[in-house]
Protein backbone atom coordinates (compact mmCIF):
# COMPACT_ATOMS: atom_id res chain seq x y z
CA UNK A 1 0.00 0.00 0.00
CA UNK A 2 1.62 3.25 -1.20
CA UNK A 3 1.83 6.28 1.36
CA UNK A 4 -1.27 8.45 1.59
CA UNK A 5 0.52 11.45 0.64
CA UNK A 6 1.49 11.86 -2.88
CA UNK A 7 3.41 14.12 -5.07
CA UNK A 8 3.58 13.18 -8.35
CA UNK A 9 6.43 13.86 -10.12
CA UNK A 10 5.60 14.95 -14.28
CA UNK A 11 8.06 15.10 -16.91
CA UNK A 12 7.81 17.02 -19.83
CA UNK A 13 9.97 16.35 -22.95
CA UNK A 14 11.94 18.48 -25.61
CA UNK A 15 10.43 18.73 -29.16
CA UNK A 16 10.00 15.92 -31.26
CA UNK A 17 9.93 14.31 -28.10
CA UNK A 18 6.07 13.38 -27.80
CA UNK A 19 4.52 10.91 -30.26
CA UNK A 20 1.75 12.78 -32.56
CA UNK A 21 -1.22 10.89 -33.72
CA UNK A 22 -3.19 12.39 -36.99
CA UNK A 23 -6.70 12.94 -37.76
CA UNK A 24 -8.84 10.38 -39.69
CA UNK A 25 -9.25 12.53 -42.82
CA UNK A 26 -5.56 13.10 -43.18
CA UNK A 27 -4.95 9.71 -42.82
CA UNK A 28 -7.15 8.87 -45.97
CA UNK A 29 -5.16 11.58 -47.72
CA UNK A 30 -1.63 10.11 -46.92
CA UNK A 31 -3.47 6.72 -47.68
CA UNK A 32 -1.36 4.82 -44.15
CA UNK A 33 -2.23 1.65 -42.69
CA UNK A 34 -2.05 3.68 -39.07
CA UNK A 35 -2.74 7.36 -37.80
CA UNK A 36 0.93 7.88 -36.52
CA UNK A 37 2.30 11.12 -37.17
CA UNK A 38 5.19 10.92 -35.18
CA UNK A 39 6.78 7.88 -33.50
CA UNK A 40 10.39 8.08 -33.80
CA UNK A 41 11.05 5.30 -31.42
CA UNK A 42 9.82 2.81 -34.26
CA UNK A 43 12.20 1.40 -36.50
CA UNK A 44 9.31 1.25 -39.25
CA UNK A 45 8.14 4.84 -38.62
CA UNK A 46 11.24 5.96 -39.12
CA UNK A 47 11.57 3.78 -42.49
CA UNK A 48 8.04 5.77 -43.49
CA UNK A 49 9.62 9.22 -42.63
CA UNK A 50 12.80 8.90 -44.03
CA UNK A 51 11.10 8.39 -47.41
CA UNK A 52 8.74 11.08 -47.79
CA UNK A 53 8.92 14.10 -49.73
CA UNK A 54 8.55 18.05 -48.64
CA UNK A 55 4.72 17.93 -49.16
CA UNK A 56 4.10 14.63 -47.45
CA UNK A 57 6.61 15.71 -44.17
CA UNK A 58 4.10 19.00 -44.04
CA UNK A 59 0.78 17.14 -44.01
CA UNK A 60 2.12 14.25 -41.94
CA UNK A 61 3.44 16.70 -39.14
CA UNK A 62 0.52 19.61 -39.63
CA UNK A 63 -0.31 21.35 -36.39
CA UNK A 64 -4.04 21.84 -37.00
CA UNK A 65 -4.52 17.84 -37.58
CA UNK A 66 -2.54 15.76 -35.22
CA UNK A 67 -2.62 15.74 -31.05
CA UNK A 68 -0.53 13.33 -28.93
CA UNK A 69 -0.44 10.00 -28.72
CA UNK A 70 -2.03 9.31 -25.33
CA UNK A 71 -2.29 5.79 -23.95
CA UNK A 72 -5.96 4.43 -24.00
CA UNK A 73 -6.60 0.68 -22.53
CA UNK A 74 -9.62 0.46 -24.19
CA UNK A 75 -8.83 0.57 -27.62
CA UNK A 76 -6.40 1.08 -30.36
CA UNK A 77 -5.68 4.54 -31.20
CA UNK A 78 -3.29 3.64 -34.64
CA UNK A 79 -6.56 3.58 -37.10
CA UNK A 80 -5.40 0.12 -38.09
CA UNK A 81 -7.76 -2.34 -36.18
CA UNK A 82 -4.52 -5.44 -36.25
CA UNK A 83 -2.69 -3.42 -34.54
CA UNK A 84 -2.98 -3.66 -30.65
CA UNK A 85 -2.43 -0.39 -27.96
CA UNK A 86 0.18 -2.32 -26.67
CA UNK A 87 2.00 -3.04 -30.03
CA UNK A 88 1.94 0.32 -30.82
CA UNK A 89 3.60 1.13 -27.11
CA UNK A 90 6.43 -1.75 -27.21
CA UNK A 91 9.09 1.25 -27.53
CA UNK A 92 8.31 0.79 -23.21
CA UNK A 93 10.07 -1.85 -22.17
CA UNK A 94 10.45 -2.51 -18.23
CA UNK A 95 11.91 -5.51 -18.35
CA UNK A 96 15.46 -3.86 -16.75
CA UNK A 97 16.50 -0.46 -15.19
CA UNK A 98 20.21 -1.42 -14.85
CA UNK A 99 21.49 1.37 -14.69
CA UNK A 100 24.57 2.47 -12.26
CA UNK A 101 24.73 -0.11 -9.94
CA UNK A 102 20.70 -0.21 -10.31
CA UNK A 103 18.63 -4.07 -9.11
CA UNK A 104 16.94 -5.45 -11.38
CA UNK A 105 14.00 -5.58 -8.77
CA UNK A 106 10.23 -4.52 -10.01
CA UNK A 107 9.33 -0.69 -10.00
CA UNK A 108 7.91 -0.76 -6.46
CA UNK A 109 4.72 1.08 -7.63
CA UNK A 110 3.78 -0.26 -10.54
CA UNK A 111 3.71 -3.90 -9.99
CA UNK A 112 0.91 -5.53 -11.69
CA UNK A 113 -2.30 -6.38 -10.14
CA UNK A 114 -2.64 -10.20 -8.28
CA UNK A 115 -3.85 -13.21 -10.10
CA UNK A 116 -7.37 -13.19 -10.24
CA UNK A 117 -7.99 -10.42 -10.86
CA UNK A 118 -9.95 -8.91 -14.27
CA UNK A 119 -9.38 -7.20 -16.26
CA UNK A 120 -5.50 -7.81 -15.02
CA UNK A 121 -3.42 -4.63 -15.54
CA UNK A 122 0.49 -5.57 -16.01
CA UNK A 123 3.40 -3.55 -14.57
CA UNK A 124 3.84 -2.38 -18.57
CA UNK A 125 -0.18 -1.42 -18.62
CA UNK A 126 0.37 0.76 -15.42
CA UNK A 127 3.57 2.72 -16.67
CA UNK A 128 1.51 3.12 -20.12
CA UNK A 129 -1.48 5.01 -18.13
CA UNK A 130 1.27 7.55 -16.63
CA UNK A 131 1.80 8.34 -20.32
CA UNK A 132 5.16 6.76 -20.68
CA UNK A 133 4.45 5.84 -23.81
CA UNK A 134 3.84 9.49 -25.29
CA UNK A 135 7.50 10.22 -24.79
CA UNK A 136 10.47 9.39 -26.67
CA UNK A 137 11.20 6.43 -24.87
CA UNK A 138 14.57 6.10 -26.04
CA UNK A 139 15.63 9.58 -24.75
CA UNK A 140 13.51 9.43 -21.51
CA UNK A 141 12.66 5.70 -20.97
CA UNK A 142 15.52 5.40 -18.33
CA UNK A 143 14.93 8.49 -16.42
CA UNK A 144 11.24 7.80 -15.52
CA UNK A 145 11.84 4.06 -14.74
CA UNK A 146 15.17 5.25 -12.19
CA UNK A 147 13.03 8.12 -10.78
CA UNK A 148 10.00 5.55 -9.74
CA UNK A 149 12.54 2.88 -8.79
CA UNK A 150 14.74 5.27 -6.32
CA UNK A 151 12.10 8.05 -5.14
CA UNK A 152 9.90 4.89 -3.63
CA UNK A 153 12.29 2.38 -2.67
CA UNK A 154 15.42 4.67 -1.71
CA UNK A 155 16.21 2.27 1.08
CA UNK A 156 17.32 -1.19 1.76
CA UNK A 157 16.31 -3.98 4.10
CA UNK A 158 18.62 -2.49 6.79
CA UNK A 159 16.83 0.99 6.56
CA UNK A 160 20.35 2.00 4.77
CA UNK A 161 20.22 4.42 1.75
CA UNK A 162 20.30 2.15 -1.57
CA UNK A 163 23.99 1.64 -3.11
CA UNK A 164 22.33 3.68 -5.81
CA UNK A 165 21.69 7.21 -3.75
CA UNK A 166 25.28 6.01 -2.06
CA UNK A 167 27.24 5.79 -5.53
CA UNK A 168 25.50 9.04 -7.62
CA UNK A 169 23.54 11.33 -4.68
CA UNK A 170 24.45 11.36 -1.04
CA UNK A 171 27.47 13.31 0.14
CA UNK A 172 28.92 14.25 -2.72
CA UNK A 173 29.54 17.94 -3.68
CA UNK A 174 27.16 19.10 -6.08
CA UNK A 175 30.09 21.35 -7.41
CA UNK A 176 31.23 17.92 -8.81
CA UNK A 177 28.02 18.18 -11.07
CA UNK A 178 28.73 21.61 -11.89
CA UNK A 179 26.75 23.26 -9.96
CA UNK A 180 27.74 27.34 -9.80
CA UNK A 181 29.94 28.04 -7.04
CA UNK A 182 27.84 31.13 -6.19
CA UNK A 183 24.83 28.97 -5.45
CA UNK A 184 26.74 27.47 -2.25
CA UNK A 185 25.11 23.99 -2.51
CA UNK A 186 25.88 21.89 0.37
CA UNK A 187 25.16 17.79 -0.03
CA UNK A 188 22.74 15.89 0.82
CA UNK A 189 23.24 13.66 3.57
CA UNK A 190 21.65 10.19 4.10
CA UNK A 191 19.54 11.76 6.98
CA UNK A 192 17.92 14.62 4.96
CA UNK A 193 17.38 12.05 2.08
CA UNK A 194 14.78 9.72 4.79
CA UNK A 195 13.33 12.60 5.65
CA UNK A 196 12.47 13.87 2.13
CA UNK A 197 10.85 10.57 0.91
CA UNK A 198 9.25 9.12 4.30
CA UNK A 199 5.61 9.07 4.46
CA UNK A 200 5.17 10.58 1.38
CA UNK A 201 4.49 8.76 -2.65
CA UNK A 202 6.01 9.96 -6.15
CA UNK A 203 4.57 8.50 -8.94
CA UNK A 204 5.99 9.31 -11.87
CA UNK A 205 4.05 10.45 -15.04
CA UNK A 206 4.85 11.97 -18.26
CA UNK A 207 2.62 14.42 -20.20
CA UNK A 208 3.57 14.77 -23.63
CA UNK A 209 2.44 18.18 -26.05
CA UNK A 210 1.89 18.84 -29.40
CA UNK A 211 5.23 20.47 -30.14
CA UNK A 212 3.89 21.61 -33.62
CA UNK A 213 1.50 24.47 -31.54
CA UNK A 214 2.56 27.11 -29.43
CA UNK A 215 3.77 26.77 -26.13
CA UNK A 216 1.19 28.82 -25.10
CA UNK A 217 -1.36 26.17 -26.14
CA UNK A 218 0.91 22.88 -24.72
CA UNK A 219 0.93 25.34 -21.46
CA UNK A 220 -2.67 25.70 -20.73
CA UNK A 221 -3.25 22.35 -21.97
CA UNK A 222 -0.53 20.53 -19.89
CA UNK A 223 -2.03 22.68 -16.90
CA UNK A 224 -5.40 20.85 -17.32
CA UNK A 225 -4.05 17.75 -17.02
CA UNK A 226 -1.82 18.62 -14.14
CA UNK A 227 -5.20 19.41 -12.61
CA UNK A 228 -7.17 16.34 -13.39
CA UNK A 229 -4.29 14.45 -12.25
CA UNK A 230 -4.48 15.76 -8.60
CA UNK A 231 -7.97 15.72 -8.92
CA UNK A 232 -7.67 12.11 -9.62
CA UNK A 233 -5.23 11.55 -6.74
CA UNK A 234 -7.62 13.57 -4.24
CA UNK A 235 -10.69 11.38 -5.62
CA UNK A 236 -8.82 8.29 -4.54
CA UNK A 237 -8.34 9.42 -0.83
CA UNK A 238 -5.09 10.58 -1.11
CA UNK A 239 -3.66 14.21 -0.09
CA UNK A 240 -1.98 15.63 -3.22
CA UNK A 241 -1.75 19.04 -3.40
CA UNK A 242 1.49 19.98 -5.23
CA UNK A 243 3.54 18.57 -8.64
CA UNK A 244 7.30 18.26 -9.33
CA UNK A 245 7.77 19.14 -12.94
CA UNK A 246 11.38 17.68 -14.66
CA UNK A 247 11.58 19.08 -17.68
CA UNK A 248 13.74 18.89 -21.21
CA UNK A 249 14.34 21.42 -23.41
CA UNK A 250 11.75 23.00 -25.27
CA UNK A 251 9.33 21.15 -22.33
CA UNK A 252 11.19 24.16 -20.04
CA UNK A 253 9.10 26.67 -22.23
CA UNK A 254 5.79 24.56 -21.92
CA UNK A 255 6.46 24.23 -18.01
CA UNK A 256 6.31 27.87 -17.60
CA UNK A 257 3.42 28.62 -19.82
CA UNK A 258 1.77 25.72 -17.84
CA UNK A 259 2.56 27.83 -14.39
CA UNK A 260 2.09 31.85 -15.82
CA UNK A 261 -0.19 33.44 -13.88
CA UNK A 262 -1.77 34.71 -17.61
CA UNK A 263 -1.50 31.38 -18.98
CA UNK A 264 -2.16 27.99 -17.15
CA UNK A 265 -2.48 29.67 -13.80
CA UNK A 266 -0.93 26.81 -11.71
CA UNK A 267 1.84 28.01 -9.79
CA UNK A 268 0.34 27.05 -6.50
CA UNK A 269 -0.17 23.89 -7.41
CA UNK A 270 3.58 23.23 -8.53
CA UNK A 271 6.09 22.57 -5.77
CA UNK A 272 9.01 23.52 -7.65
CA UNK A 273 10.98 22.72 -11.29
CA UNK A 274 13.82 21.37 -12.76
CA UNK A 275 14.89 22.59 -16.39
CA UNK A 276 17.35 20.66 -18.13
CA UNK A 277 18.82 21.58 -21.14
CA UNK A 278 16.11 24.50 -21.74
CA UNK A 279 16.68 26.83 -25.12
CA UNK A 280 15.66 29.65 -22.62
CA UNK A 281 16.42 32.76 -25.06
CA UNK A 282 15.98 30.30 -28.15
CA UNK A 283 18.80 28.64 -30.79
CA UNK A 284 20.30 29.81 -33.32
CA UNK A 285 20.54 26.66 -34.59
CA UNK A 286 16.53 26.89 -35.62
CA UNK A 287 17.74 29.40 -38.59
CA UNK A 288 20.07 27.30 -39.41
CA UNK A 289 18.49 24.52 -39.69
CA UNK A 290 15.54 25.88 -41.96
CA UNK A 291 18.26 27.00 -44.16
CA UNK A 292 20.45 24.11 -44.41
CA UNK A 293 18.67 21.30 -42.56
CA UNK A 294 19.56 19.17 -39.87
CA UNK A 295 23.57 18.26 -38.97
CA UNK A 296 25.71 15.14 -40.29
CA UNK A 297 26.29 13.43 -43.62
CA UNK A 298 24.22 12.09 -45.99
CA UNK A 299 24.18 8.77 -44.37
CA UNK A 300 23.11 9.81 -40.97
CA UNK A 301 19.75 8.75 -40.27
CA UNK A 302 18.45 11.26 -37.34
CA UNK A 303 18.84 13.34 -40.48
CA UNK A 304 17.09 11.86 -42.92
CA UNK A 305 14.12 11.89 -40.26
CA UNK A 306 14.08 15.22 -39.40
CA UNK A 307 15.21 16.74 -42.38
CA UNK A 308 17.91 16.36 -45.06
CA UNK A 309 17.90 19.88 -46.47
CA UNK A 310 16.56 23.26 -45.80
CA UNK A 311 13.32 23.06 -47.75
CA UNK A 312 12.11 19.69 -45.33
CA UNK A 313 13.02 21.32 -42.58
CA UNK A 314 10.81 24.53 -43.79
CA UNK A 315 7.81 22.62 -44.81
CA UNK A 316 7.73 21.69 -40.95
CA UNK A 317 8.53 24.33 -38.78
CA UNK A 318 7.16 27.71 -41.08
CA UNK A 319 3.85 26.05 -40.56
CA UNK A 320 4.41 25.06 -37.14
CA UNK A 321 4.18 27.83 -33.91
CA UNK A 322 5.99 25.63 -31.88
CA UNK A 323 8.86 25.15 -33.62
CA UNK A 324 9.29 29.03 -34.56
CA UNK A 325 9.43 29.68 -30.52
CA UNK A 326 12.86 28.55 -30.72
CA UNK A 327 14.51 30.74 -33.29
CA UNK A 328 16.13 33.35 -30.82
CA UNK A 329 14.60 35.98 -29.04
CA UNK A 330 14.76 39.89 -28.97
CA UNK A 331 16.68 38.87 -25.47
CA UNK A 332 19.46 36.91 -27.28
CA UNK A 333 21.35 40.12 -28.23
CA UNK A 334 22.87 41.24 -31.47
CA UNK A 335 25.05 40.49 -34.05
CA UNK A 336 24.20 37.13 -34.16
CA UNK A 337 23.74 36.25 -38.08
CA UNK A 338 26.69 37.42 -40.03
CA UNK A 339 28.13 37.84 -43.15
CA UNK A 340 32.24 37.93 -43.73
CA UNK A 341 35.11 37.31 -45.93
CA UNK A 342 37.92 36.31 -43.92
CA UNK A 343 38.53 38.59 -40.48
CA UNK A 344 36.33 41.10 -42.22
CA UNK A 345 32.52 41.65 -41.28
CA UNK A 346 30.05 42.77 -44.16
CA UNK A 347 27.28 42.38 -42.09
CA UNK A 348 25.68 41.52 -38.89
CA UNK A 349 21.96 41.43 -37.66
CA UNK A 350 20.24 42.37 -36.04
CA UNK A 351 21.76 45.72 -35.10
CA UNK A 352 18.43 46.70 -32.94
CA UNK A 353 17.79 43.63 -31.04
CA UNK A 354 14.65 42.84 -33.25
CA UNK A 355 15.68 39.65 -34.85
CA UNK A 356 11.59 39.79 -35.99
CA UNK A 357 11.64 42.90 -38.08
CA UNK A 358 15.77 42.67 -39.10
CA UNK A 359 15.89 39.01 -40.32
CA UNK A 360 12.55 37.02 -40.08
CA UNK A 361 10.26 39.26 -41.88
CA UNK A 362 12.70 40.65 -44.20
CA UNK A 363 11.82 39.44 -48.18
CA UNK A 364 14.25 39.54 -51.14
CA UNK A 365 17.82 38.88 -49.79
CA UNK A 366 19.83 36.03 -50.00
CA UNK A 367 20.14 35.18 -46.73
CA UNK A 368 16.65 35.61 -45.45
CA UNK A 369 15.07 33.10 -42.90
CA UNK A 370 11.88 31.76 -45.20
CA UNK A 371 12.18 30.89 -48.61
CA UNK A 372 8.14 31.49 -49.56
CA UNK A 373 8.38 28.52 -52.35
CA UNK A 374 9.90 26.10 -49.34
CA UNK A 375 6.72 27.04 -47.13
CA UNK A 376 3.64 24.96 -48.53
CA UNK A 377 4.78 22.47 -51.05
CA UNK A 378 1.69 20.28 -49.79
CA UNK A 379 -0.22 23.51 -51.14
CA UNK A 380 -2.61 23.59 -48.40
CA UNK A 381 -5.42 25.69 -47.68
CA UNK A 382 -3.96 28.84 -45.51
CA UNK A 383 -0.29 27.91 -45.42
CA UNK A 384 1.63 30.61 -46.86
CA UNK A 385 4.52 33.08 -45.72
CA UNK A 386 1.49 35.76 -44.32
CA UNK A 387 0.32 32.90 -41.86
CA UNK A 388 4.03 32.14 -40.78
CA UNK A 389 4.78 35.92 -39.96
CA UNK A 390 1.39 35.77 -37.93
CA UNK A 391 3.37 32.66 -36.31
CA UNK A 392 6.09 34.99 -36.03
CA UNK A 393 4.14 37.24 -34.22
CA UNK A 394 2.61 35.10 -31.57
CA UNK A 395 6.27 33.74 -30.83
CA UNK A 396 7.43 37.31 -29.98
CA UNK A 397 4.29 37.94 -27.65
CA UNK A 398 4.95 34.43 -25.80
CA UNK A 399 8.24 35.18 -24.88
CA UNK A 400 7.41 38.88 -24.12
CA UNK A 401 5.15 37.30 -21.81
CA UNK A 402 6.96 34.35 -19.86
CA UNK A 403 10.43 36.51 -20.47
CA UNK A 404 11.48 36.92 -16.79
CA UNK A 405 9.04 34.54 -15.27
CA UNK A 406 10.19 31.18 -13.56
CA UNK A 407 8.96 29.61 -10.51
CA UNK A 408 10.43 30.50 -7.32
CA UNK A 409 11.68 26.88 -6.82
CA UNK A 410 13.41 26.24 -9.86
CA UNK A 411 16.58 24.47 -10.91
CA UNK A 412 18.39 24.53 -13.91
CA UNK A 413 21.06 22.13 -15.51
CA UNK A 414 22.58 22.66 -18.79
CA UNK A 415 25.38 22.04 -21.27
CA UNK A 416 28.81 24.59 -20.85
CA UNK A 417 31.03 22.28 -22.61
CA UNK A 418 33.83 23.79 -25.42
CA UNK A 419 34.01 20.65 -26.55
CA UNK A 420 30.13 20.52 -27.97
CA UNK A 421 30.39 23.37 -30.09
CA UNK A 422 26.95 24.78 -30.66
CA UNK A 423 25.71 27.76 -33.55
CA UNK A 424 25.41 30.75 -30.40
CA UNK A 425 26.08 32.83 -33.92
CA UNK A 426 25.06 31.83 -37.76
CA UNK A 427 28.36 33.11 -40.05
CA UNK A 428 27.64 33.01 -43.97
CA UNK A 429 31.73 33.47 -45.31
CA UNK A 430 32.28 34.35 -48.71
CA UNK A 431 35.26 32.87 -50.57
CA UNK A 432 35.87 35.63 -52.26
CA UNK A 433 36.57 39.26 -51.86
CA UNK A 434 33.07 41.06 -52.23
CA UNK A 435 33.74 43.91 -49.84
CA UNK A 436 33.42 46.77 -52.17
CA UNK A 437 29.97 45.17 -53.58
CA UNK A 438 27.12 45.06 -51.94
CA UNK A 439 26.69 41.36 -51.10
CA UNK A 440 23.57 41.25 -49.32
CA UNK A 441 21.64 41.74 -52.98
CA UNK A 442 23.32 39.36 -54.73
CA UNK A 443 21.14 37.20 -56.66
CA UNK A 444 21.12 33.60 -55.84
CA UNK A 445 22.08 31.27 -58.64
CA UNK A 446 22.11 27.93 -56.43
CA UNK A 447 21.72 26.88 -53.05
CA UNK A 448 22.13 23.28 -51.84
CA UNK A 449 20.17 23.60 -48.50
CA UNK A 450 23.28 22.12 -47.25
CA UNK A 451 24.94 25.03 -46.36
CA UNK A 452 26.07 26.31 -50.00
CA UNK A 453 25.28 29.46 -51.97
CA UNK A 454 26.25 30.10 -55.23
CA UNK A 455 25.96 33.77 -57.02
CA UNK A 456 25.00 34.96 -60.18
CA UNK A 457 28.07 36.22 -61.98
CA UNK A 458 28.80 40.24 -61.24
CA UNK A 459 30.71 41.88 -64.19
CA UNK A 460 32.77 44.24 -62.09
CA UNK A 461 34.36 46.17 -64.84
CA UNK A 462 31.03 48.39 -64.33
CA UNK A 463 31.68 48.98 -60.80
CA UNK A 464 33.97 51.94 -59.99
CA UNK A 465 36.41 50.90 -57.64
CA UNK A 466 36.22 47.37 -57.59
CA UNK A 467 39.86 46.52 -56.85
CA UNK A 468 40.61 43.88 -59.33
CA UNK A 469 42.50 44.16 -62.77
CA UNK A 470 42.49 40.99 -64.35
CA UNK A 471 39.31 40.22 -63.70
CA UNK A 472 35.73 41.09 -65.62
CA UNK A 473 33.40 38.65 -64.19
CA UNK A 474 33.13 37.64 -60.51
CA UNK A 475 31.02 34.75 -59.67
CA UNK A 476 30.90 34.53 -56.11
CA UNK A 477 29.92 31.66 -53.37
CA UNK A 478 29.35 31.73 -49.59
CA UNK A 479 29.32 28.70 -47.08
CA UNK A 480 27.94 28.15 -43.68
CA UNK A 481 30.95 28.53 -41.30
CA UNK A 482 31.12 25.40 -38.71
CA UNK A 483 29.79 25.99 -35.07
CA UNK A 484 32.14 28.00 -32.80
CA UNK A 485 30.06 28.37 -29.29
CA UNK A 486 30.44 26.13 -26.16
CA UNK A 487 26.91 24.72 -25.24
CA UNK A 488 25.39 21.21 -25.97
CA UNK A 489 25.39 21.09 -29.69
CA UNK A 490 22.36 22.73 -30.02
CA UNK A 491 21.59 25.33 -26.94
CA UNK A 492 24.33 27.88 -26.95
CA UNK A 493 25.95 29.35 -23.35
CA UNK A 494 24.38 32.51 -24.09
CA UNK A 495 21.04 31.53 -24.57
CA UNK A 496 20.70 29.01 -21.21
CA UNK A 497 22.59 30.75 -18.82
CA UNK A 498 19.42 33.63 -19.39
CA UNK A 499 18.28 31.08 -16.44
CA UNK A 500 21.39 32.37 -13.88
CA UNK A 501 19.54 35.07 -13.01
CA UNK A 502 15.62 33.70 -12.34
CA UNK A 503 16.43 29.28 -10.77
CA UNK A 504 17.52 28.73 -7.18
CA UNK A 505 20.64 26.61 -8.74
CA UNK A 506 22.29 26.07 -11.84
CA UNK A 507 24.54 23.18 -12.94
CA UNK A 508 26.72 23.74 -15.81
CA UNK A 509 27.79 20.77 -17.41
CA UNK A 510 30.12 18.70 -19.91
CA UNK A 511 30.23 15.85 -21.72
CA UNK A 512 26.75 15.59 -23.14
CA UNK A 513 25.00 16.36 -26.16
CA UNK A 514 21.59 17.98 -26.25
CA UNK A 515 19.06 14.89 -26.61
CA UNK A 516 20.79 12.67 -24.79
CA UNK A 517 21.66 14.95 -22.36
CA UNK A 518 19.33 13.20 -19.37
CA UNK A 519 21.03 10.08 -20.11
CA UNK A 520 24.39 11.30 -18.38
CA UNK A 521 25.42 10.68 -14.56
CA UNK A 522 26.18 14.14 -14.30
CA UNK A 523 22.72 15.74 -14.88
CA UNK A 524 20.79 12.61 -13.49
CA UNK A 525 22.86 14.02 -10.49
CA UNK A 526 22.20 17.03 -10.31
CA UNK A 527 17.99 16.44 -11.26
CA UNK A 528 17.82 14.02 -8.34
CA UNK A 529 20.17 16.44 -6.02
CA UNK A 530 17.39 19.29 -6.99
CA UNK A 531 14.27 17.00 -6.73
CA UNK A 532 15.15 16.42 -2.95
CA UNK A 533 15.93 19.98 -2.56
CA UNK A 534 12.34 20.50 -4.06
CA UNK A 535 10.95 18.08 -1.40
CA UNK A 536 11.98 19.90 1.02
CA UNK A 537 10.24 22.65 0.58
CA UNK A 538 6.80 20.83 0.94
CA UNK A 539 5.11 21.78 4.30
CA UNK A 540 2.15 19.26 5.15
CA UNK A 541 0.90 20.82 7.90
CA UNK A 542 0.00 24.06 5.85
CA UNK A 543 -4.11 23.68 4.58
Excluded at 332 to 340: A, E, R
Excluded at 401 to 417: C, E, F, L, R, V
Excluded at 446 to 474: C, Q, R, Y
Aim: with cysteine; charged share 20%; glycine share 6%.
Amino acid sequence: MPPKKVIPIIFIPGIMGSNLRMTADRQALLKKKNNIAWRVDSTSENAHFMALNAADRQKQLDPDKTSVDTFDSGHSETGNPKETTFERNKAVNLSSIDMWHVSNAPLVLLLPDPPGVTPRKTHQHRALERGWGEVLYDSYGELLQLMEKQLNDAFCELNEPSIWWKKNVLDISPQSWGAAPENQLKPIRADELKSALTECWFPVHAMGYNWLQSNRASGSATANRIRALIKKYADAKFDCRKVILITHSMGGLVARAAMHSSIGKIEDLVLGAVHSVMPALGAAITYKRMRCGFEGGPANIPKRVLGYDGHEVTAVLSNSPGGLELLPTKNYGNSWLKIVFDNTTLLSLPQKNNPITEIYKIQNKWYQLFNPEWINPAKLQNSQISRTFEYIDLAEKFHKTISNYYHKNSYAIYGSDKERLTWGEVVWQFDQDVSSLNSENFAVSSDSENGKIKFEPINVLHIPKFNFHNISILSPSAHLVPPKEQGDETVPIRSANNQDKFCKAIFRQKGYEHQDSLKYQSSVSATFYSIIRIIQEMNWSKT
